[in-house]
């Protein structure tokens, strides 16, 4: 873990060093990137950044009291219907693609779209062409608050939270953090930075991050 100054610091996270495990229900498979408590189970972190490739089209699993974010990272993308509880349906109400009871649906269609849901919704995924992998963080409510931004080419900003995540979700880049030297990071790296406060942060490269700011409810 480097030291950047004042009370920063950083941990590199390789993409290649990622361990891979079967979905809770089967449809795929996720990789933990980083999660509070370290290595806490699904009914009890706080917050879990993971990669997950879904190989089929499904419901996803539920989690109650969960705020999640998926980004597509690669493939054709995906549909994901929020299905309508019993009792909860609008008069009328049906998706474009002919499924009923669906309230909403995310699309996702093109690298580094988002969507963000409640983890207790009934969510209906269908692929569009085939595999896909998708970035997933996921927030305890009550607990913390996380926010995610996409950050292309080349760009400075001030870095403020308890925890930033910085994804490289495509491409490459180089991220210098304070004095520090330049990080170079591949597809799939991640700098994790715990409180930083104002820290400056200058990205070069072609490539695109997504940025996660954590901050803990207190």
């Known amino acids: 873990m480097a030291d950047v100054g004042s009370m920063a ?3 590199l996270i390789r993409g290649a060093d990622l361990v891979a495990a079967s979905w809770k229900n089967g449809g795929g498979v996720t990789r933990e990137v980083a999660a509070v408590p370290e290595q806490a189970g699904l009914d009890s972190f706080v917050w879990r ?9 499904g419901p996803f699993s539920r989690f109650a009291g969960i705020d999640r974010t998926l980004v597509l990272l690669s493939g054709a993308g ?3 219907d ?16 002919g499924v009923a009871n669906v309230a909403k649906t995310h699309a996702l269609t ?4 988002l969507a963000r849901f ?3 919704t009934a969510i209906d995924a269908r692929l569009v062409d085939g595999a896909t992998r998708d970035f997933n963080l996921m927030v305890r409510r009550g607990a913390a608050r996380g926010e995610v931004e996409v950050w292309r080419g080349t760009t400075q900003h001030a870095l403020s939270a308890d925890v930033v995540l910085l994804y490289c979700a495509e491409g490459a880049v180089s991220v210098s953090l304070g ?5 170079p990071l591949a597809t799939g790296d991640t700098l994790r930075v715990n409180a930083p406060d104002a820290l ?3 990205v070069q490269g072609a490539g695109a991050l997504l940025t996660i700011r954590l901050h803990y409810e207190r």
């Open 78 to 80: 995906m549909m994901l």
């Open 200 to 202: 400056h942060c200058a």
């Open 82 to 97: 929020e299905i309508a509880e019993p009792g909860n349906e609008r008069e009328g109400e049906a998706a474009s693609s």
């Open 9 to 11: 610091s950083v941990t």
């Open 110 to 113: 093109q690298p580094l779209d």
């Open 49 to 57: 950044v993971s990669i997950a490739d879904v190989a089929q089209a």
């Open 179 to 183: 004095d520090a030297a330049a990080q």
């Open 118 to 120: 409640a983890g207790e």
